[in-house]
């Protein structure tokens, strides 16, 4: 089952959660990324996002 087969509130019961762990994702991978590349290359994610 993919997210096409999805019917259009079933999503919408799914977002909060997806955007959490996107959150928490990027939160905790960004300080390795300002320790390997610097802040300049950390912003251009950021923007990038």
Same mark, same amino acid.
């Given at each position: 089952?993919?997210? #096409?087969? *999805?019917?259009?509130? !079933?999503?919408? !019961? *799914?977002?909060?959660? *997806?955007? *959490?762990?996107?959150? &928490?994702?990027?939160?905790?991978?960004?300080?390795?990324?300002?320790?390997?590349?610097? &802040?300049? #290359? !950390?912003? !251009?994610?950021?923007? #990038?996002?």
């Amino acid at each position: 089952m993919g997210y #096409e087969d *999805l019917t259009r509130a !079933q999503p919408a !019961q *799914l977002l909060p959660d *997806l955007m *959490l762990s996107g959150h &928490m994702s990027d939160r905790a991978g960004m300080p390795y990324v300002i320790a390997e590349f610097g &802040m300049d #290359e !950390q912003s !251009q994610i950021a923007i #990038e996002e």
